[in-house]
């Protein structure tokens, strides 16, 4: 259905701008970067067909079919959301979905708890919206918004993060702390002293956190979980060090393939080459042998350095040019939604470094559509060179 409702709007507004339809279709800000990024998906693609031997055609489409996602909603976003109240519908989409799936997991949790299952209460993605979600209630605090959205977004809060907790996903807690650290070098930026503020209050909690729950084992102390593993390895549960294991596999796999096809590639499509043979996956992971956890260096893996670079590349411009725009903009609540693609973009990245980040179509459709927001942002923005008392 997805996939039905983006072709039929893309074809919708090929056929508007051939009818003469007023305005011209814009690239954005990120447009070149975005298809780049696509570009070297194809070239990957095209790599794995030429392979031959055993390429598979079902596993190129699981592969590209998120990415692919990704761009198209970005172009379709630049060019349909033209003014602040379609913004406002998207944002409140957002938060609303947010606060919907939190209370889903919450209620998964209780049935899987009554059933004495021990299974995940989200989908493995659903972290990435939790933190952006409690990054966005800290950014709206400091930048001072008193909007009805805002209102909804902190009644959500102990939702979201009672949800984020019982998710027990490690790396959703690393995430977070990233993406609330670039918050807060956004709020330095634009505003020195409540950044200042907002950084010795959170190093303050932080300390106060670690003190008090170091050696606690209960849903409070989850957060805790990745950095007292990494201090004192013998306190993570078997759980966790089955994971860790498998992943330090994948890891020297990765590298192993990278070191056989340096230039090309292994091809979307084609499986990488095992330097260990790694326990087997359940079977729910169909496309395991092409398709790795560290979704970082799997567009490497697939496409060579150029696939790396143009990763990095697509997440240095939004880093880069979302931070000016954040400083750029004087109202606060264009200011909070030009925050949203960079909070998101880097809890995304950190996600993808231990998990399929790059392959989820829920997260590539929403970053797809956060990506393509600066597009109208740009145009309430004075320039680099403007006076900011006259731009407010």
């Given at each position: 259905m997805a996939e039905l409702l983006m072709l039929l709007t893309t074809a919708s507004l090929a056929v508007r701008h051939l009818a003469g339809a007023p305005g011209r279709l814009r690239m954005g800000p990120f447009g070149w970067a975005v298809l780049a990024y696509a570009g070297v998906l194809v070239l990957g693609a095209l790599v794995g067909a030429l392979r031959g031997g055993g390429w598979d055609a079902d596993a190129a489409l699981a592969e590209l079919r998120a990415p692919l996602y990704l761009c198209l909603m970005y172009f379709l976003t630049t060019n349909l959301v033209r003014d602040r109240r379609q913004l406002a519908v998207l944002m409140w989409a957002f938060v609303l979905l947010v606060g919907v799936k939190s209370l889903q997991g919450i209620l998964n949790y209780q049935g899987s708890t009554d059933l004495g299952i021990a299974e995940a209460v989200t989908g493995h993605e659903d972290v990435v919206f939790f933190d952006v979600a409690i990054a966005l209630m800290v950014l709206a605090l400091v930048l001072g918004i008193r909007t009805k959205l805002v209102y909804v977004l902190f009644a959500?809060?102990?939702v979201i993060l009672l949800a984020e907790l019982l998710t027990q996903r490690r790396v959703g807690f690393v995430a977070l702390g990233t993406v609330?650290?670039?918050?807060?070098?956004?709020?330095i930026a634009a505003n020195p002293r409540r950044g200042m503020a907002l950084a010795a209050v959170g190093a303050l909690a932080i300390g106060a956190y670690v003190a008090v729950f170091w050696d606690n084992s209960g849903a409070l102390g989850e957060p805790i979980r990745a950095?007292?593993?990494?201090?004192?390895?013998?306190?993570v549960s078997l759980r966790d060090q089955l994971s860790n294991g498998w992943r330090d596999i994948e890891n020297r796999n990765i590298a192993y393939t990278i070191q056989q096809v340096p230039l090309t590639g292994v091809g979307v499509g084609?499986?990488?080459f095992f330097r260990q043979q790694p326990p087997p996956l359940p079977d729910s992971f169909t496309f395991w042998r092409y398709i790795t956890h560290n979704a970082v260096l799997?567009?490497?893996l697939k496409a060579g350095p150029l696939g790396g670079f143009v990763l990095w590349f697509l997440v240095g411009r939004v880093l880069l040019s979302g931070s000016a725009l954040f400083v750029r903009l004087r109202d606060p609540g264009l200011r909070w939604v030009a925050a949203f693609p960079v909070a998101l973009i880097a809890c995304q990245i950190v996600f993808s470094s231990v998990d399929l980040g790059l392959t989820f179509s829920r997260t590539m459709i929403v970053l797809g559509v956060t990506l393509g927001l600066p597009a109208l942002l740009e145009t309430h923005a004075p320039g680099p060179g403007a006076d900011p008392a006259e731009a407010a």
């Open positions: 959500l809060q102990p609330l650290l670039v918050v807060t070098l956004l709020c950095l007292r593993g990494v201090v004192d390895p013998s306190s084609q499986k990488y799997w567009l490497w």
